[in-house]
């Protein structure tokens, strides 16, 4: 365990270390047995190295073989970016992937607000890992490599570290998501090569990160706008122009750079049957908060559809749809709650292209 999880130890040091931690923890909890097991061990090892206990039980394997539909349900017509992670997940738990590189490195590239960072989430979810995320607008000269990895000896903040490897060092074992990475400088890109190539980051003052318990994704609108440009609407395909896409990436994205990759997936744009997934999905939230106010309240299939159509757009994908849910939807109940004279079963239909909300009699 401590060979494949300590990394800047050596043997037999860190087991035998392992082993006295564990012994020491037996030996101040009175309930415990006198023996130290693999259970005790697992326990310290997890703590010393910040790893969540559900990567290191059996019952892991089940959730990573099932992974794909359990993401699919999540992330709505985006099957080829699901299986695509969903591989190099079940390829590096298995044991037969690299083990000097990391889990998997992803540049997601597609519209606007079609699952790209929710995906990432939805992974960091599902495998109980820490979601790293960080908007790459905020990276866009030349010296922001220092805000990441540290700044040179001699300057301004060399003392500090970088933010990237800080959070790395704290959490070794994570999804770290690089939010609109096309925005960042040039001179970034290069930083990440030793991480795709060897599984290591080297930080201001030479430390090696390791990086080989992490799944990097990173998102891009790179290319979107010509490539949707003959498909606006809700009456057409949502299929983006994947050669205009793959264009733009060759261009803004160093060769070196793409080639270390483990896949470059291109994501749908919203069509309306999609749009209808997502606007359900928002609206089973919004009834769960209902709900513990006491009120029950059903969706008319008109009324998901208009909101749908409302909320979403091939352009901007489902962007807007919280904030149209929020001004037409949740504005309704608001006054009725605040006031008490909410009824506890409603239906929220459509009457003359507008929402009304028609209360249930009870029998």
């Given at each position: 365990m401590t060979a494949k999880y300590i990394h800047d130890r050596f043997l037999p040091d860190k087991a035998i270390d392992?082993?006295?931690?564990?012994?020491?923890?037996?030996?101040?909890?009175?309930?415990?047995?006198?023996?130290?097991?693999?259970?005790?061990?697992?326990?310290?090892?997890?703590?010393?190295?910040?790893?969540?206990?559900?990567?290191m039980v059996k019952e892991e394997y089940e959730t990573v073989v099932n992974i794909e539909e359990t993401l699919n349900a999540k992330v709505f017509g985006q099957k080829e970016a699901v299986n695509a992670v969903s591989e190099a997940i079940k390829l590096a738990k298995s044991?037969?992937?690299?083990?000097?590189?990391?889990?998997?490195?992803?540049?997601?590239?597609?519209?606007?607000?079609?699952?790209?960072?929710?995906?990432?989430?939805?992974?960091?979810?599902?495998?109980?890992?820490?979601?790293?995320?960080?908007?790459?607008?905020?990276?866009?000269e030349q010296?922001?490599?220092?805000?990441?990895?540290?700044?040179?000896?001699?300057?301004?903040g060399y003392?500090?570290?970088?933010?990237?490897?800080?959070?790395l060092l704290k959490n070794p074992h994570c999804v770290l998501l690089l939010d609109e990475v096309e925005k960042a400088h040039p001179d970034i890109f290069k930083?990440?090569?030793?991480?795709?190539?060897?599984?290591?980051?080297t930080d201001n003052k030479g430390h090696k990160v390791d990086c080989r318990q992490t799944l990097v994704i990173m998102t891009s609108n790179a290319g979107v706008a010509e490539a949707s440009k003959p498909a606006l609407g809700f009456g057409s395909s949502n299929t983006v122009n994947v050669s205009a896409v793959t264009d733009a990436v060759n261009r803004m994205f160093p060769v070196e750079f793409r080639n270390r990759l483990s896949a470059i997936v291109t994501f749908n744009g919203?069509?309306?049957?999609?749009?209808?997934?997502?606007?359900?999905?928002?609206?089973?939230?919004?009834?769960?908060?209902l709900a513990k106010k006491n009120i029950k309240v059903n969706f008319s299939e008109e009324c998901i559809k208009k909101i749908a159509k409302e909320g979403t757009s091939f352009e901007?994908?489902?962007?807007?749809l919280q904030r149209m849910i929020d001004e037409k939807i949740k504005k309704m109940f608001v006054k009725e709650i605040l006031s008490g004279t909410a009824v506890k079963e409603c239906d929220l239909k459509v009457i003359e292209d507008q929402y009304v909300i028609v209360p249930v009699l009870e029998k």
């Open positions: 392992m082993i006295d931690e564990a012994g020491a923890y037996v030996n101040v909890t009175p309930s415990h047995t006198a023996v130290v097991d693999v259970d005790d061990i697992e326990e310290i090892l997890c703590s010393v190295c910040k790893i969540p206990k559900k990567a044991g037969l992937g690299d083990e000097n590189k990391p889990i998997g490195s992803f540049l997601f590239v597609g519209p606007s607000g079609v699952g790209k960072t929710e995906l990432a989430k939805q992974i960091a979810n599902e495998l109980s890992l820490k979601l790293i995320r960080f908007d790459m607008s905020e990276y866009t010296h922001s490599v220092a805000k990441l990895i540290g700044s040179p000896a001699g300057y301004v003392e500090d570290g970088g933010l990237l490897t800080k959070e930083t990440f090569l030793q991480m795709f190539d060897y599984g290591m980051l919203l069509d309306e049957a999609m749009a209808v997934l997502v606007t359900k999905k928002e609206l089973d939230i919004l009834s769960e908060k901007y994908g489902a962007r807007n």
